[in-house]
């Protein structure tokens, strides 16, 4: 496996962790998305795919 493919693997891991937790109402999409490194926008597009 390439690092491009484990570094990728490893941020859909988090994502999925962090999505997780905000369907539970523990974290906000703002704090969601910083944690992630990316916008409270970005994290909400992505947990519309």
Not at 24 to 31: D, F, G, K, N, S
Request: proline residues 0%; charged residues 40%; glycine residues 6%.
């Amino acid at each position: 496996m390439t690092r491009t493919r484990v570094l990728q693997e490893v941020r859909r891991m988090r994502f999925e962790e962090l999505y997780e937790r905000r369907q539970q109402r523990i974290l906000t999409m703002a704090e969601a998305g910083e944690m992630l490194g990316v916008t409270e926008r970005t994290f909400r597009r992505w947990s519309g795919r």
